[in-house]
């Protein structure tokens, strides 16, 4: 459920770097809040962590509290990291999601989800807001996807950052990393700017919990040797859409 939520929360990012050549990368650092949740007999404790946005000239990173995305457009690879396991996928870019998994079991994944195709509604509230020091405008969105309503409202600002190109290019190679996602691309389209908060409300039947993400701080940095690529003595597994879905 929350690797659901990461990556609605990055989808939702639809900022980017300030355009190439600065010597140092663009550094972003979010707060966020995620409230304990119980799926399928599964219970995760509410915590609070700190999710980095990290943008060079041909590279991005984003690090959340357990894992790490890594795209290298120098390279034409998308690196999935798991830091509780000590591993890491490759991926070439673009991605193609048929080429991640057997023919059969493509095709069983892509008729599920067509059966589970989402609605989505994207709402311009008229409001705006102002955190960290950033002007915002506020949207609403909507996602109802088989027994589960996912409802963000997020406040946006277009001074923050720029260039979009690069940013575009990571979310939509996330969003291909399932099958027959085009609506998680339009989502990216659709709202232009940084999101400076956004609160998340996630119903299942009965149950339902909340997250939230805040701007902390925007600034220049010299990225550390390595940030880049996968640490030393961590595994290299193969994908698994299955767990990427789950």
């Given at each position: 459920?929350?690797s659901?939520?990461?990556?609605?929360?990055?989808l939702?990012l639809?900022g980017a770097?300030?355009?190439?050549?600065a010597?140092?990368d663009?550094?972003?650092t979010?707060?966020?809040?995620?409230?304990?949740?119980?799926v399928?007999?599964q219970?995760?404790?509410?915590?609070d962590?700190?999710?980095?946005?990290w943008?060079?000239?041909?590279r991005?990173?984003?690090?959340?509290?357990?894992?790490?995305?890594?795209?290298?457009?120098?390279q034409?690879k998308?690196?999935?990291?798991d830091?509780?396991?000590?591993?890491?996928?490759?991926?070439?870019?673009?991605v193609?999601?048929?080429k991640?998994?057997?023919?059969?079991?493509a095709?069983?994944?892509?008729?599920?989800?067509?059966?589970?195709?989402?609605?989505?509604?994207?709402?311009a509230?008229?409001?705006?807001?102002?955190f960290?020091g950033y002007?915002?405008?506020?949207?609403d969105v909507a996602?109802?996807?088989?027994?589960?309503?996912?409802?963000?409202?997020?406040?946006?600002?277009?001074?923050i950052?720029?260039?979009?190109?690069?940013?575009?290019a990571?979310a939509?190679a996330?969003a291909e990393?399932?099958?027959?996602a085009?609506?998680?691309k339009?989502?990216?389209?659709?709202?232009?700017?940084?999101?400076?908060?956004?609160?998340?409300?996630?119903?299942?039947?009965?149950?339902?919990?909340k997250?939230?993400?805040?701007?902390?701080?925007?600034e220049?940095?010299?990225a550390?040797?390595?940030?880049?690529?996968?640490p030393?003595?961590?595994?290299?597994v193969k994908?698994?859409?299955?767990?990427?879905?789950?």
């Amino acid at each position: 459920m929350r690797s659901l939520y990461r990556r609605l929360s990055l989808l939702l990012l639809a900022g980017a770097l300030i355009a190439g050549g600065a010597a140092a990368d663009q550094v972003i650092t979010m707060q966020s809040h995620a409230d304990a949740v119980t799926v399928m007999g599964q219970k995760s404790p509410a915590k609070d962590y700190t999710q980095t946005y990290w943008f060079g000239n041909d590279r991005m990173r984003v690090d959340d509290d357990e894992n790490s995305t890594i795209m290298r457009l120098d390279q034409k690879k998308l690196y999935l990291l798991d830091h509780a396991q000590k591993t890491f996928s490759a991926i070439d870019l673009p991605v193609d999601f048929k080429k991640l998994v057997d023919p059969q079991m493509a095709g069983m994944m892509e008729q599920m989800m067509q059966m589970m195709a989402p609605s989505v509604t994207v709402t311009a509230t008229g409001q705006s807001g102002n955190f960290a020091g950033y002007a915002c405008d506020y949207y609403d969105v909507a996602v109802k996807v088989a027994m589960m309503q996912i409802n963000t409202t997020g406040c946006y600002s277009d001074k923050i950052l720029t260039h979009t190109a690069r940013y575009q290019a990571l979310a939509e190679a996330q969003a291909e990393l399932v099958p027959n996602a085009s609506w998680m691309k339009d989502l990216a389209q659709k709202i232009k700017g940084f999101p400076v908060r956004t609160e998340t409300t996630t119903a299942m039947g009965k149950k339902s919990f909340k997250n939230w993400q805040e701007l902390k701080s925007v600034e220049e940095r010299t990225a550390p040797e390595g940030l880049y690529a996968p640490p030393a003595g961590y595994r290299e597994v193969k994908f698994d859409p299955m767990a990427q879905g789950r």
